[in-house]
């Protein structure tokens, strides 16, 4: 079929027989998509699958411990759903969700802004940590949906990058994309000329550098950036 097929009621959505989207989407918070065990949804387009932190996305079986399917285009947008015995015939990646049990080529990965924490004063220009898919592609954007910073996350999935692009004063925040898919905002007050810090600089190992074992030994010292 061609278009979009938009779930949007908050009632539970039932998916019976195996079926063919064009695009598939469900963004309302807290909805439950109960698929038929045995069929398998394909999605000949983009799958578009955004709950909340608070209230995620659940997709379950008809019949729990029995499978069903999801075939998609490589497409997708999938953060803050919450699954179960589903098999994903070419792997999703969804985004600080949760797995719950008996999924096949589902990779559960967090995409977050660890440092500066939310609610924090920082100067206009702050380090950014935070974490996302191993090789992911990270865009950090403001309040305003402009973007500040990009970076790739390491075979790890850590991410670190300092603002290529001044904050605005007062309040604001970040929040880490990929692609169309975003983290959790972490909101913060921007001020000229910050006094203290209470993130430190990381000074060894440098950056790019080659460490041996998986606890390498970090020297930091204090920098006025945040409060």
Same mark, same amino acid.
Do not use: M
């Given at each position: 079929?061609s *278009? ?12 019976s027989?195996?079926? $063919?989207f &064009?695009? #598939? ?9 109960t698929?038929?065990?045995? /069929? ?7 799958? /578009?699958? %955004?709950?909340?932190?608070a ?11 029995? %499978?069903y399917t999801? /075939? @998609?285009?490589? $497409?997708?947008?999938?953060s ?7 098999i ?5 990646v ?6 719950? *049990? ?17 609610s924090?004063?920082v ?5 950014v940590? *935070? %974490?996302? &898919?191993?090789?992911d ?9 402009? %973007?500040?910073?990009?970076t790739?996350? @390491?075979? &790890?999935?850590?991410?670190?990058? /300092? #603002?290529?692009?001044?904050?605005a #004063?007062?309040?604001n925040? #970040? ?14 007050t921007?001020i000229?000329?910050?006094?203290? @810090?209470q ?21 930091t ?7």
């Amino acid at each position: 079929s061609s *278009g979009t097929v938009t779930l949007d009621t908050t009632t539970t959505s039932v998916i019976s027989g195996s079926t $063919t989207f &064009n695009n #598939l989407t469900c963004t309302t918070a807290g909805k439950q998509l109960t698929i038929t065990s045995g /069929t398998t949804q394909t999605i000949a387009g983009t799958l /578009t699958l %955004t709950g909340t932190s608070a209230n995620k996305i659940i997709l379950r079986s008809s019949s729990a411990g029995d %499978t069903y399917t999801i /075939t @998609d285009s490589g $497409t997708e947008a999938v953060s803050f759903v919450d699954v179960q015995d589903s098999i994903a015939t070419n792997s999703i990646v969804a985004y600080n969700s949760t797995n719950s *049990g008996n999924n096949t080529r589902w990779t559960f990965s967090s995409l977050a802004i660890s440092s500066p924490q939310d609610s924090k004063t920082v100067g206009q220009t702050p380090a950014v940590r *935070g %974490t996302a &898919n191993a090789g992911d592609s990270v865009t950090i954007k403001d309040k305003d949906g402009t %973007t500040v910073a990009t970076t790739t996350a @390491d075979a &790890n999935g850590n991410f670190r990058v /300092t #603002l290529s692009t001044s904050l605005a #004063l007062g309040v604001n925040s #970040l929040t880490p994309y990929v692609g169309s898919v975003a983290g959790s905002a972490n909101n913060l007050t921007v001020i000229a000329n910050p006094t203290t @810090d209470q993130v430190p600089t990381i000074t060894s190992p440098t950056e790019g550098a080659t460490v041996r074992g998986n606890k390498p030994v970090s020297y930091t010292h204090l920098r006025a950036h945040e409060t």
